[in-house]
């Protein structure tokens, strides 16, 4: 796609008046937002009194963000495209107000910024004021479904919002900053994953100011070539638009937008017609624009405009500086605001002639709300999908490999509204069922012998690539516009978003504390596997189960963990979470074949409880306890119930109580979170002065900090992964920790008074247990057969 010519001017003189009054008319709020509380329409002379008394804001990508905004409001309007926009650049909130400001939007939500000069006012004190605005693109932002303020996802959200929208198209503005992050440059390639026939389409629109905070950007520094080749070798067919004279742009950008429309449109109607799902070289447009374009041009002797000064406040001394003051008045009615606002500060008509009308306008835009279209998925009902029940933990099963089929029968019958993300690992994390269903998304070349279980095809919806920030970018793009997921990786390696899930949970925490005109959209489903516990060939790299301390910094509204013991209680957990809107649900369980503890009913049953008492793990019916043994976790609850049997045939006469955790929030009060115990349960549960032995799947102290305030604090003794770890079988692992169940009983023995001296040959014998299990580990490779095939002694039943 060439550059767009004198020769391609598709405008009329009467167009590019409409077109520069709507973008003088956005900027002009831009600025307005930075500086003034006061005399909005500059109808007197401009004086310290107008200002605000702390100027923050950034100015610098605004003016080309507003100039694009203007030029896809064109488009829209006289194509009557279904469009959204998604800002990447970190602070690119003061284009996005201007213009649903100007189109109406804004108003609909926020009554009181209404499109006058009472409004104006109202809407520049707010912005970068305590308890307003701020710079980046909050859910408070209408026709937002991106938060800039975390650089690098804007791509990836494109195209989630993108997948299963035919008739969709994603304006992606990316940043020349945000260009230069990981996650951006592996979002790239999501056109590598768009199908033509059933899907939307992604407009990237690269915009190209030069500069950084105090830096220049990569891109803008590289010659026209190398930059032309980089995106051709992505596949993209790059058309660029560069200048700074407004009328030449105009005519340039408004040439560049119909072509790629027209490229767009076409490669859709041409495979939706042939019904063969291809991959195209999709459009994009690098937009070349100086930094701070149509702001001040210089101060005392240093550039501001097409520099880095101008990325925030571009004139910063303007109290204390009577020349940068007026400086400040000059460049406001540069925009000649008396000819873009009536008196009243309404709109004039040239501002608003090219502006769409309804959910057309991109503020208003549906998809960017995407809780109004959001349809409940369709379930079948968990129960079914059982796994056999031989008794309490006489048979080992794969929790996710059980869960597969339920994910698959799922894809059968939400056949455009549910996707499953993955970085390689789904058959990984015996998830590979879902390919029954539906194989894996592909529109890349394919080998012949991909046919042979590579399950791969233009029409797939499992979706599979090595990058997790570019996953769960289009799982958040998918779920904010209406639709539903899960994103399945290794525990070690979820870390990679922890500040993406960390910016969704803002998001949704926001959403529903200030925003609540946005309509619930489906819960981020995370499930872990591929756990610490059973690294038994990655060694210490893949050991890590801290994402679940990030998790829980997060507001107790919006943030849930579970930790299903077993393949029923993962069903049954999977089924709920799919169900709920406004979550994050990280769910932890394993892919290894573990024990079977309960039959589906006591599962849903203690699954619904979130925390509970197995009466026939335990001996203390009717009695006070001496010892509780709690456990979470898949693998743990195996260690834990060991050590339970190792103590109830040795010590009959110990009262012991065995609680298992599933949802770990419920460990807090109930006045911190609203599904939390309250004391009285609380104690029930654990005891007032009794000790707590408590296995737990990841690092012990997480456990102190949910139950801190807990009257029986004093008596959690908790055991977790404590940075141990080498190639080792299970059982060594958990010694290494002091997790596995020789070391839980010595535990119990320990912080039972009465069994200090009677309990203590049988102390001997546990540590003798230990160091022989190391010891075979060591020489044979393996743990002992007792070991790896225990069950729950039928004698203790």
């Known amino acids: ?53 702390r100027l923050l804001g950034h100015w610098g990508s605004s003016p080309g963000q507003t100039f694009i905004w203007a030029h896809l409001n064109r488009v829209i309007k006289a194509h009557d495209l279904n469009m959204i926009y998604l800002s990447g650049p970190g602070h690119g909130a003061p284009a996005v107000l201007a213009h649903t400001w100007l189109e109406g939007s804004y108003t609909d939500v926020y009554p009181d910024k209404s499109r006058d000069a009472t409004g104006m006012t109202a809407l520049f004190r707010a ?26 996802y804007c791509l990836s959200h494109a195209f989630g919002a993108a997948f299963d929208n035919p008739d969709l198209i994603v304006a992606a503005v990316v940043g020349d900053g945000e260009a230069e992050t990981g996650p951006l440059a592996t979002a790239w390639h999501s056109n590598k994953f768009l199908n033509p026939i ?33 995106f051709r070798g992505y596949g993209w067919e790059p058309c660029f638009v560069e200048g700074d004279d407004p009328t030449t742009m105009h005519q340039a950008m408004a040439k560049a937008l119909e072509d790629c429309v027209t490229s767009i449109r076409q490669a859709q109607a041409q495979a939706r017609a042939s019904g063969v799902a291809h991959r195209p070289r999709w459009p994009m447009i690098v937009l070349r624009t100086p930094k701070g374009w149509t702001g001040p041009k210089s101060w005392d002797g240093h550039a501001i405009e097409g520099s880095w000064r101008s990325h925030q406040v571009p004139l910063a001394d303007v109290h204390s500086n009577p020349g940068q003051l007026a400086a400040l008045e000059a460049w406001m009615r540069s925009y000649s605001p008396e000819t873009l606002f009536d008196d009243d500060g309404h709109p004039a008509p040239d501002v608003l002639a090219l502006i769409p009308e309804g959910h057309r306008r991109m503020g208003a835009n549906l998809h960017a709300n995407g809780g109004r279209l959001r349809k409940p998925l369709r379930l079948s009902g968990f129960r079914d999908y059982a796994v056999p029940f031989k008794g309490h933990a006489q048979s080992r099963v794969s929790p996710t490999g059980a869960l597969g089929p339920f994910l698959r029968d799922i894809m059968v019958v939400n056949p455009d509204n549910f996707r499953l993300f993955s970085p390689d690992e789904n058959a990984s994390n015996r998830l590979q069922a879902a390919y029954e269903a539906s194989p894996k998304t592909w529109l890349a070349n394919t080998l012949p012998q991909d046919a042979d279980g590579g399950f791969l095809a233009p029409d797939g919806r499992v979706m599979e690539m090595l990058s997790e920030h570019t996953l769960e970018g289009w799982l958040e793009g998918y779920l904010l516009t209406g639709r539903h997921g899960l994103f399945n990786t290794y525990e070690s390696f979820v870390h990679i978003v922890d500040s993406m899930v960390n910016q969704h949970a803002k998001w949704l925490d926001k959403s529903r504390q200030e925003a609540r005109w946005r309509a619930p959209v489906s819960s981020l489903n995370i499930l872990v596997s591929s756990l610490v516990w059973r690294q038994d060939h990655n060694g210490f790299t893949h050991q890590d189960p801290g994402f679940l301390d990030v998790v829980c910094n997060k507001s107790a509204e919006v943030a849930r963990i579970y930790l299903p013991p077993d393949a029923n209680c ?51 019916a009717g009695n006070e306890p001496d010892v509780v043994m709690a456990c979470a976790g898949d693998i743990i609850t195996q260690e834990a119930l060991a050590a339970a049997a190792l103590l109830r045939q040795h010590l009959p006469d110990l009262k012991l109580r065995f609680v298992n955790v599933v949802d770990l929030f419920r460990l807090q009060s109930a006045s911190a979170h609203p599904h939390g115990l309250d004391d009285r349960d609380f104690d029930a549960l654990f005891t007032r ?25 004093a008596g959690f003794h908790v055991r977790g992964y404590r940075e141990k770890g080498n190639i080792n079988t299970p059982l060594e692992l958990a010694i290494q920790n002091g997790i596995d169940r020789y070391s839980l009983a010595i535990d119990a023995i320990d912080h039972v008074p009465r069994l200090q001296n009677t309990g203590a040959h049988f102390k001997e014998y546990l540590k003798e247990q230990r160091m022989a299990a190391v010891a075979h580990a060591h020489e044979y490779g393996t743990d002992t057969a007792d070991i790896s095939n225990w069950t729950w002694p039928e004698a203790t039943h």
Request: with cysteine; glycine share 6%; proline share 6%.
């Open 1 to 53: 796609m060439s550059n767009p010519n004198q020769n391609d001017n598709i405008l009329t003189q009467a167009d590019i008046n409409k077109l520069d009054a709507l973008w003088r008319a956005s900027n002009y709020l831009c600025a307005g937002m930075i500086y003034l509380k006061d005399n909005p329409l500059l109808k007197t002379p401009l004086t310290r009194s107008h200002l605000k008394a």
């Open 127 to 152: 912005f970068s004021f305590p308890g307003q605005l701020g710079s980046h693109c909050t859910p408070e932002v209408p026709g937002s479904i991106h938060e800039g303020g975390e650089l690098g």
């Open 198 to 230: 059933r899907d939307g389409a992604v407009l990237p629109i690269l915009h190209l100011n030069g500069y950084k905070i105090a830096n220049p950007t990569l891109l803008a520094r590289i010659s026209h070539e190398e930059l032309e080749q980089l």
């Open 570 to 620: 993962l069903l049954s957990v999977a089924d709920h979470c799919l169900r709920s809107t406004d979550y994050v649900n990280v769910i932890v369980a394993d892919k290894q074949p573990h024990l079977v503890y309960l039959d589906m009913p006591e599962a849903a049953a203690h699954c619904a409880k979130g925390v509970g008492i197995w009466s026939w793990a335990s001996t203390d």
């Open 689 to 713: 002065d009794k000790p707590v032995i408590f296995a737990f799947h990841g690092y012990p102290w997480l456990i102190h900090r949910l139950v801190y305030r807990r009257t029986n604090h």
